[in-house]
C-alpha cells in the first residue's frame, strides 16, 4: 500500500499564542483556551498517515479541534505549525510551504472538500450544473459539450435529477445540495477528499444514501478520505481506522471496530457507552 | 501433525480496563493452540471462558492484553498479530483473514446481495461480478431469490445469520474465525453449512471456530482446544 499524505506535529492556535498555550491546555486539563494569553488551541501536535484509497474517521465532540484538521489540509486554514506531504505518484507537496498558486493546483487537482454547510462548497448563484462545470474549467476542460456531459454524468451518479441541473442549488432540499456538492468534489476524481460532518442534521434515509454513495466511491475511484464526524454510526460504516479527538489532541487512535468495541481511553470509553 | 501451523496462539490473555468504574474485568488468560491449513480448531468452554475474545483479538477488535499472535502470510512472511500495524491488519482483513460473526453489520439500505459481495468489491471485483459471486452464494445458503435483492434488516434470525456466513464465505479467506455461525439456524440450513464449510476446509481454508452445539464439534473439528474462565484478577482491581 502506498502512503498518499503524511501530517506531522500539526498545530493550529487561534489567539495571538503564548509560551504557556500547549502546557496549560489539553483534555487532562478539560480546557482548549489558555488561562494566561486567552489563544484558543484548536489542535496541538496531531500526527497521521493516510494510505491511498482508505478512509479514516476523526472523531470528537464540538469543539475537539477535527474539522480544523481538514480545514488546514485544505488550506481554509493555515496552521501555527507543523509539517504535511501529500504524495503523487512520484511528486511530493509540502503543504504548509506551497505559495498561493501551488495551493490553487492542488485544491483544482488533486483535493476534494465537501463541507457541513453547502453554502460553502456551492455557488449559490450559479446553477447546480454551473457549479460542477466551474470545478472541471478550472482542471482544464475547456469543451462546452464534454463539460455538460460530464455534468450530467456526476449528477445521476449522485442520484440528483438531471433535468434539474439548470436550476440554483437554492431551490434544492438539504440532502440534495449535499449531493450536489458531493458531485462538485468528486467532478476531477480527486485522489483525497475531506469530509466534514457530511451528513449532520440530514434526514436518517438520506443519510443513508450519502454514506452508500461514498462507500460506492472509495470502492469505484480507490479515493482516500478523511471524514470528520461526531457520529459513531458514521465512523463504524464508513472508516477503516478512526482517530479520537478531545480538546486539540488525538487521544486514542486504532481501527475502527477496536474503538467501538475495545476502547483504550476513559473519555472513548464514555463517549461509545453513551451512543445510542 | 508435521505441517507449519498457518496461525499460532501463546500465552494470549485479554483483559478490559474499565476506567469508569475502575476496574480491571479479565476475560481470557494464557491462551494456546494452533491453526492449520485446511483443518477447523474449535474453541469450547462455558460461557465467559473468553472464547469470543480470542477471536476477536485475533482479528484485532481487541487489542490483546498480552501474548503472542504468530500469523503465516501468503506471501510466505509471518508476522504478530497482537502487535501488528494497523495498515497490516487492514490489508490481512481484506485479502486473508475473515470473521464470521453473530451478527449481521451492514449499511442500511443496501441489497443482500451488494452486502455480501462487500468483501469483493474491497478487493476491486466488479459489481457485476460480485453480485453474480453473491447470487450463487446466497442460493447455496437456500436464502430465497425473491430476497436478494432486498436489504437484510427486515430478515428472520436465521436469514441474518446466513448472509452473514455468505459474506465471510464468499472471499474464500485463508483463515475464517467462526463466532457461533448456525446459532439461530434449522437442521436443514445448519446441515449445508456444514457442507460449505467441508468443502472450504478441502479447499486449504484454516478456521477457528466457536460452535453451540457439541454435535457441530464433532462433525466438523480436527483439534479442540478447552478454555476456561479466567480467575479474578480481585488483586490488581485499580482504586482511584
Redesign the interface.
Known amino acids: 500500500?502506498e502512503k498518499i499524505l503524511e501530517v506531522r506535529n500539526l498545530s493550529k492556535v487561534f489567539g495571538k499564542g503564548c509560551p504557556n498555550c500547549f502546557e496549560k491546555t489539553g483534555p487532562e486539563l478539560n480546557t482548549n483556551i489558555c488561562p494566561d494569553c486567552k489563544s484558543v488551541v484548536a489542535a496541538h501536535d496531531l500526527s497521521l498517515d493516510l494510505?491511498k484509497g482508505?478512509i479514516l474517521g476523526i472523531m470528537g465532540e464540538s469543539g475537539s479541534g477535527k474539522s480544523t484538521v481538514v480545514k488546514n489540509l485544505f488550506f481554509d486554514q493555515d496552521p501555527t505549525s507543523g509539517h504535511a506531504i501529500f504524495y503523487d505518484d512520484d511528486k511530493q507537496y509540502d503543504l504548509f510551504s506551497l505559495n498561493a498558486a501551488q495551493k490553487r493546483h492542488l485544491r483544482n487537482h488533486h483535493f476534494g472538500m465537501v463541507y457541513q454547510n453547502p453554502h460553502l462548497g456551492l455557488n449559490f448563484g450559479i446553477s447546480s450544473g454551473g457549479n460542477i462545470a466551474e470545478r472541471l474549467l478550472m482542471n482544464d476542460l475547456r469543451n462546452y459539450k464534454e463539460i455538460r456531459e460530464r455534468a450530467r454524468e456526476l449528477l445521476e451518479r449522485t442520484e440528483v435529477l438531471t433535468e434539474r441541473m439548470d436550476e440554483l442549488p437554492k431551490n434544492f432540499s438539504g440532502g440534495m445540495q449535499q449531493r450536489v456538492q458531493i458531485a462538485k468534489a468528486l467532478a476531477i476524481n480527486p485522489p483525497m477528499l475531506y469530509l466534514d460532518e457530511v451528513t449532520t442534521g440530514l434526514d436518517l434515509?438520506v443519510q443513508?444514501?450519502i454514506?452508500?454513495l461514498i462507500?460506492e466511491i472509495q470502492?469505484e475511484m480507490n479515493t482516500a478520505m478523511i471524514v470528520v464526524t461526531h457520529d459513531l454510526g458514521v465512523v463504524?460504516?464508513l472508516a477503516?481506522?478512526t482517530i479520537v479527538m478531545k480538546y486539540g489532541r488525538i487521544i486514542e487512535s486504532?481501527?475502527t471496530?477496536?474503538i467501538l468495541?475495545?476502547p483504550?481511553?476513559?473519555y472513548t470509553?464514555?463517549l461509545v457507552?453513551s451512543a445510542l | 501433525m508435521t505441517a507449519e501451523p498457518i496461525l499460532s496462539v501463546e500465552g494470549f490473555s485479554k483483559h478490559f480496563e474499565l476506567h469508569e468504574q475502575a476496574k480491571t474485568i479479565p476475560s481470557s488468560s494464557n491462551v494456546n493452540f494452533d491453526v492449520y491449513a485446511g483443518k477447523l480448531t474449535a474453541l469450547i468452554g462455558p460461557t465467559g471462558a473468553g472464547k469470543s475474545s480470542v477471536l476477536k483479538g485475533i482479528y484485532r477488535t481487541y487489542l490483546p492484553s498480552s501474548g503472542r499472535i504468530t500469523y503465516h502470510a501468503a506471501n510466505g512472511t509471518s508476522l504478530n498479530l497482537a502487535l501488528a500495524d494497523e495498515h497490516q491488519i487492514l490489508e490481512l482483513r481484506s485479502r486473508e483473514i475473515g470473521f464470521v460473526t453473530q451478527f449481521l453489520h451492514a449499511l442500511p439500505r443496501q441489497s443482500t446481495e451488494d452486502v455480501v459481495a462487500q468483501p469483493l468489491y474491497q478487493r476491486g471485483v466488479s459489481r457485476e461480478q460480485g453480485r453474480q459471486k453473491a447470487r450463487e452464494v446466497l442460493a447455496n445458503l437456500n436464502i430465497p431469490e425473491r430476497l436478494w435483492g432486498v436489504p437484510p434488516a427486515t430478515f428472520s434470525g436465521g436469514e441474518k445469520q446466513r448472509v452473514n456466513l455468505a459474506r465471510g464465505l464468499i472471499a474464500k479467506p485463508r483463515l475464517l474465525l467462526l463466532d457461533e455461525p448456525t446459532a439461530s439456524l434449522d437442521p436443514t440450513t445448519t446441515d449445508r453449512v456444514v457442507e460449505m464449510i467441508q468443502a472450504m476446509k478441502a479447499e486449504g481454508t484454516a478456521m477457528l471456530a466457536i460452535f453451540h452445539h457439541p454435535d457441530l464439534v464433532e462433525r466438523l473439528a480436527d483439534n479442540v482446544v478447552t478454555l476456561t474462565p479466567p480467575v479474578a484478577l480481585n488483586n490488581k482491581e485499580v482504586t482511584s
Open positions: 500500500m494510505y482508505e434515509s443513508a444514501k454514506l452508500d462507500l470502492q463504524r460504516l477503516g481506522r486504532g481501527l471496530d477496536q468495541e475495545d483504550q481511553h476513559a470509553q464514555r457507552a
